[in-house]
């Protein structure tokens, strides 16, 4: 059975996600909620977002690298050649299953809307940053907002939401 797929992301306000391979901000404060959220599960993410996330192995997660070369991978760690085999490996394994990026990984789930339930755990930054990897659009898609809390620390402004996008039932 299909599981329900957690996007979780944090993007200024002109959808920049990355810069050079790593994030152009340092907020402790949406560090620790990912860390929290994704503590336990299975992760799915890509070669490079895998390779710069110290913590991939700590607090029982379980990643799934999505990467063409499968000897990436560290023990603990499972690799899969795309999107619907990481996918088959996480509906297997125990624990939510979260999306972790990067741009084309996000951007093949956000394409699988309809088909699987979808949440989008997004830090929105307000601000404009620079940077070469994108979150692709999401507000095109019919999310209901779950849960929503604004916040700031010395150089951000930022809201934590949760929103829903279920599978369109079939007759």
Known sequence: MSKPLHLIVACAENRVIGRAGRLPWRIPEDLAHFHAAT??????????????????????????????????????????????????????????????????????????????????????????????TFMPEWRHLAWREVSRRESTDDTHRYTFSTMALPACSTP
């Open 39 to 132: 503590a336990g599960q299975v992760c799915v993410l890509g070669r490079v977002c895998y390779e710069t996330w110290p913590r991939v192995h700590d607090d029982g997660r379980q990643p799934i690298v999505i990467t063409s070369h499968p000897t990436v991978a560290r023990p603990g760690a499972r690799a899969a050649a795309s999107l619907p085999t990481a996918l088959a490996i996480a509906d297997e394994l125990p624990g939510k299953v979260f999306i972790c990026g990067g741009e084309r990984i996000y951007a093949e789930t956000l394409a699988l809307a309809g088909t699987r339930p979808l949440h989008l755990h997004l830090t929105l930054i307000h601000a404009t940053i620079e940077g070469d």
